[in-house]
């Protein structure tokens, strides 16, 4: 009798929420209090190295239990699955996840169901890692061009990109890997850093992190925008001051403009040369971007993290309407749906600079835009990845961000996993920070 | 001492679902199974009358408790409420829901928590138009239209339509409405019906139900295509062929197609003079359904169903990418959303000929007509709203449909209030049908 073959036995969920709130780090023009959180996905296998698939959907806060509720719709389409045709072609529960045609409906593929059906997905692809021995980064750097495509839902991008077209790129891509493989191993790939910029920060704090992130070796910063004018013309000089003339500065309004205000703004802040103006309006608005884009000009556009999906990312490249595509790990379906959108910068022209911050979005991020690098655009020119310096604590494999750049993982899988510890305090409400936090405010209530 | 105020004293959920899959009613290319469901809601109060605001969200069946855990999450910014103040003014309920900074995050306006938001607002209509004794279609025409553009969220549309703008429309609209509102209640408001077309259904089925649909005074029905070039060739020449060329026919692809298939496949059923092609593809793609009414002209491009919000409407309508605006009762931000909608479709000239069916979406969504043809594009050409007959059992104060016509609803509020035989019935799991079915099944599978 053959031996019998390994299973996925579990999905499990934990609502984890970090209270990030107290100190006003990730506040914004739209966000003045996000407490970080994340529904978080363990696959749990009876493969006999006791292999385990990580993921989640970050999330700021309130709603982490619908977002948990929503994994958890997805437990009878993964459970039982067989681990090596799982690892072998993720692309399949892809596609059975988003195909689901009583759930498509809550979507289609965007929002809570869309982001949950990343969190799975992005934790099979964790386990496929794990069992090949490889970082995610690695797996797809070394996959046959061929297998790559198949991992890619084409669906509703066929007017834009074919089959035939991503295989020729990723074909053209393969030229070359080895020395960029070597590089990237040496060098790490470059970094800028959000830190300063937040909102709630006074001017000293501004300058002083701002000055403090040149010396770290950053060559970009960012700062919130978009509550205020005069505050903002204000903190753009104290950062510019800060950072001196070569250093690039971008700016994030996070969705807080209309068109017409968006570009008065921009145009505002532009004698302090920002180098992007992100989120200027809504992640929707294609055609508001593209107008944005065309008034701004030599200010870049740029935009992502709540791009719902790969059909929104065809038509920004359609239409000309960003600059910078900033493609976020845990946002839209997992890493297939990823491949599409780099796939379609890529044939654009146009450079990834993804999204990060968060819970744990640097540590997922790191890998595509690495293997973006080494294997698809061939270039780090104007490629950026977003780093935000907390809760990366809360990891069983952190990233590790030396004079400005990101250290290539070299651990086997996704960097997906938090530290036993960090599920057992921060679960909430009833994890060890919580169950007093909670208990301390009935208390005063009293 | 003044009486105290009334309050919002709870926000009840059900998870009701009916097992519409065994009969095939509402089978389509994407969904071939559906278990019509609803995410329902009620709003209690304290007043002395017992007005309670009834709303849905509507699903298909599997992940509807998802849909649930998203209404209870905004059960916190609802509970408590003054009920006048809310009556007199939703629109701050539903600028409240929709900019939680941090359940926006699990959107921003789109998918499962948006649908939970429109439900929680519809639900306040209901109320509000009970409390002033008019159905709702009458409070919105009766209103003044400075008020009517309070209520309405102009967020990202300022390109497109300014507050100024939209009161224009409105006090243009009300001339002539009484003239109207008199001719609507002898007449009704034009029906077109679905139930003839399901995939599910054998030619003979469609043939009757077309002739039928004809006989019952429809002067448009529609076709479920996009499974099977050939099978629709048939199916189609089977409908043209029982009403005869006068009848329209529309058909509808349910979102299964790419751009270039949405244009190929259309052609092909050209012959058959379909009146419009609904859903040609994904309802994101905005470029993409005006490349398909490019090529497809004169056939008609509609969709709406799956449409966000008002800011994906908005593009729609800036690309010239539709001819037909389907809006959907349940799917955006509840009302106040949805008039954004009927005055971007008005300021630009293209009907509104809403997506109905499922469980009580006719019921909602004849009011929304009913007050544009009366008090804002003040007509019925080429507008028609989508008929469905099931489930209509259900509900304490169903459509009623006649000579092809729906009669204007006399009862105050908002039709959406189900009947508590249904809710303990279809109750899910618990209720008695569900129990018994479930507990059935349990016993055949020992």
């Not at 600059?323 to 845990?330: C, E, F, K, P, R």
């Not at 061939?378 to 990845?385: K, L, P, Q």
Request: net charge negative; glycine share 8%; proline share 5%.
């Amino acid at each position: 009798m053959p031996p019998s073959r390994a299973r996925v036995t579990a999905l499990d969920t934990y609502d984890i929420r970090f209270p990030t709130s107290r100190e006003l780090d990730g506040s914004d023009a739209m966000n003045p209090d996000p407490d970080y959180s994340a529904a978080y996905v363990v696959l749990r296998t009876d493969a006999a190295d006791g292999d385990e698939g990580h993921g989640f959907a970050f999330t700021i806060g309130r709603g982490n239990e619908v977002q948990v509720a929503a994994v958890e719709a997805l437990r009878g389409q993964v459970v039982g699955r067989d681990v090596a045709d799982l690892c072998a072609d993720p692309g399949t529960l892809a596609r059975d996840l988003t195909g689901d045609s009583q759930l498509r409906w809550l979507g289609p593929e965007k929002g809570v169901m869309h982001m949950a059906i990343g969190a799975v997905v992005n934790a099979a692809w964790d386990l496929a890692a794990k069992r090949a021995g490889k970082p995610l980064w690695r797996l797809l750097a070394d996959a046959d061009p061929a297998w790559l495509v198949e991992q890619v839902d084409f669906r509703y991008l066929s007017d834009a990109l074919t089959p035939a077209e991503a295989l020729d790129l990723l074909r053209r891509g393969r030229r070359g890997a080895d020395e960029r493989r070597t590089r990237l191993l040496e060098r790490g790939f470059p970094a800028y850093t959000t830190s300063p910029g937040w909102l709630g920060y006074d001017d000293d704090k501004l300058a002083r992190l701002a000055a403090r992130a040149v010396a770290d070796g950053f060559r970009q910063i960012k700062l919130k925008v978009g509550a205020d004018l005069a505050d903002d013309v204000r903190r753009c000089r104290v950062a510019r001051a800060a950072v001196g003339p070569d250093i690039r500065m971008a700016i994030d309004a996070n969705q807080r403009w209309d068109v017409g205000e968006a570009i008065a703004w921009t145009k505002a802040l532009a004698e302090f040369d920002p180098y992007w103006i992100e989120e200027p309006t809504s992640p929707d608005d294609i055609l508001g971007h593209a107008a944005i884009r065309r008034a701004v000009a030599p200010v870049k556009v740029a935009t992502g993290e709540h791009v719902q999906n790969r059909i929104v990312f065809k038509q920004l490249l359609q239409a000309g309407a960003v600059d910078i595509v900033q493609l976020d790990a845990a946002r839209v379906g997992g890493v297939n749906e990823n491949l599409a959108v780099l796939l379609l910068a890529a044939k654009s022209g146009v450079p990834v600079c993804p999204h990060a911050g968060g819970v744990g979005l640097c540590e997922l991020v790191q890998h595509l835009s690495m293997f973006d690098y080494v294997a698809l655009s061939g270039t780090t020119d104007d490629r950026v990845i977003e780093y935000v310096d907390h809760l990366h604590e809360h990891f069983v494999d952190p990233v590790v961000v030396r004079d400005g750049h990101y250290t290539a993982p070299t651990a086997p899988g996704f960097s997906a996993a938090l530290r036993p510890d960090s599920i057992e305090r921060y679960t909430y409400p009833g994890g060890t920070f919580w169950a007093a936090d909670l208990g301390a405010r009935e208390g005063q209530a009293v």
